[in-house]
């Protein structure tokens, strides 16, 4: 029961805070290589972005914190040979 509470409580006070889910620090930036970053909101996430492509780094993409949690799982270097 304590816990169907705080869900709601936690719900209303990201509804208020936020305007959006694009402003939630729920977002992150992840290469070929890596996460580059994470925990971002998505504007913060597209500066990142824009500044890693100025760098060299290619295969960028935004995608959500629980997206990339699952991409680092499964590493190139992890995976057999074809």
Do not use: N
Not at 23 to 51: H, I, N, R, T
Request: proline letters at 5%.
């Amino acid at each position: 029961m304590t816990s169907d509470f705080m869900s709601e409580a936690t719900e209303m006070k990201t509804s208020e805070t936020y305007r959006s889910e694009l402003d939630l620090p729920q977002w992150s930036v992840v290469s070929f290589d890596k996460c580059e970053a994470s925990g971002l909101a998505y504007a913060a996430a597209v500066k990142l972005m824009a500044e890693k492509e100025a760098a060299g780094v290619y295969g960028l993409c935004i995608v959500t914190d629980d997206a990339a949690s699952k991409v680092a799982e499964v590493h190139p270097q992890s995976m057999p040979p074809a």
